[in-house]
Each structure stands twice: as C-alpha cells, then as structure tokens.
C-alpha cells in the first residue's frame, strides 16, 4: 500500500464552485501535513499546513482526520487561478523527515 | 533574498555521460532532498539528506550519486547507469528533518 493516496482527478469545475480533495495515508505514525501546489512545468509551492484543529486561509480550507488517517483540501469559490496540481504531502517522524506525496490532484477552473 | 537555486535549467546530455545537477539554498536549513518527477507522475524521491556529510537513499537511487560537503550544497550527479534519466528534477529543503519543504525552480534534463 503506498504511503499517501490521491485521487488524481481531474477535477473540472466552474468558477464560483467549491471543491474538495481528500488524500488517505497509510502510517499511523504520520506527524506533520501538508497541502502543495504545483503549476505546469513549475516546481510545487507549499499552499498550507494542516493542523489537528483544522486551519483555514482564505478560501482555502484544509481538515485532519487522525482516526481514519486522512487529509481534506476545500476551496471555495473557485477561480481561474486555483488551476492548479494540488499535493498532499505527509511526514512520518520514523523515517526522520522523510517527506511522503501523493501523485496530485489535478483541478481546472473553467470560465 | 533567501532561497534555493537550481542550475541549469534545462541540460542536455548524451547517452552514456554522466552528469552534475547542481543545488544551493541560503536559507541555512540542514535537510536537502533530490526528487524526480516524470510527466503526469507525482515526486519520487532519489535521496535525501539531514545533515552534512550524511546522507540517504530515497525510492528510485540507482544510477544517482550524490554528496552532503557543505550545508548549503547538495548536488546530484545522474551516471550512465540510470537508464531512464530523461526527467523532471527537483531539488528541496527544510529547516528540519521533516519541516515544510522549500522547491528550486528544477532542471529539466534530457538525454539526446
């Protein structure tokens, strides 16, 4: 079973839309979460950490469950903009650091 | 600006060469990781590294070398051994082992 699964998608919705990714991981031990983001051709760019308590930025939204062992990505009211590969990214603090992603999810906002 | 820079920005290389790729971060972070990314596929990891002088394979390391001499240098060399390195590469870091990482621009490297 790999470390992190995603949904790869695609996601296609117009703009205005809410939109939500979720990505399961595999080890209990997992401590720290993240969400990426990653353009064409570009390298990823960190969107946001995810806490226990949940955080929200914007119209971004990110959940941890850790008793079913998954994270959630919801974005509100979505623009062109938010066009984008999104990355969920796990770190198991066995492996010492060792940063786990999933293979993304892709998500176009259409006019 | 503090950051971590990638060079070149795209390489090509003849079958059988070896080749450096080179990545520097002034950003005083201890952890560096290499990843490769092929089109339509998510990161994989070729090694990583916590500290200098110290390093460790990731997933897919065959055919990769690389050295930890310097806290801000980690490059990776891509040997005529790795038989598939047309590929998209990543190199990454973070304050900790295990921190959000930060991504250089990468190097796009084919094999003509």
């Known amino acids: 079973r790999k470390e992190v699964e995603q949904d790869p998608g695609p996601f296609n919705v117009p703009e205005g839309a809410t939109v939500a990714f979720n990505c399961t991981y595999s080890n209990s031990a997992s401590q720290s979460f993240f969400w990426y983001r990653q353009d064409c051709r570009k390298e990823p760019k960190l969107l946001m950490s995810?806490?226990?308590s949940g955080n929200e930025d914007g119209r971004f939204t990110a959940q941890l469950n850790r008793a079913s062992q998954y994270i959630s990505l919801l974005i509100r009211d979505s623009k062109l903009s938010d066009s984008a590969t999104y990355l969920c990214?796990?770190?198991?603090?066995?492996?010492?650091?060792?940063?786990?992603f999933g293979r993304g999810t892709q998500l176009t906002v259409w006019p | 600006d503090g950051g971590i820079t990638q060079s070149p920005k795209y390489l090509f290389r003849k079958e059988g060469q070896n080749v450096t790729l080179s990545c520097e971060q002034n950003?005083?972070?201890?952890?560096m990781y290499w990843y490769r990314q092929d089109p339509g596929q998510g990161l994989r990891l070729i090694y990583y590294?916590?500290?200098?002088?110290?390093?460790q394979k990731g997933d897919i390391a065959e055919g990769y070398s690389v050295s930890r001499e310097k806290k801000e240098s980690f490059p990776l060399t891509v040997t005529s051994a790795q038989k598939n390195p047309t590929a998209f590469y990543l190199c990454?870091?973070?304050?900790?082992?295990?921190?959000?990482?930060?991504f250089g621009q990468g190097t796009r490297l084919t094999v003509v």
């Open positions: 990454a870091s973070s304050i900790t082992s295990g921190g959000e990482a930060f």
């Open positions: 590294s916590q500290i200098v002088n110290d390093f």
């Open positions: 990214v796990v770190v198991r603090g066995s492996t010492l650091g060792r940063l786990y």
């Open positions: 995810v806490y226990s």
């Open positions: 950003l005083n972070h201890d952890a």
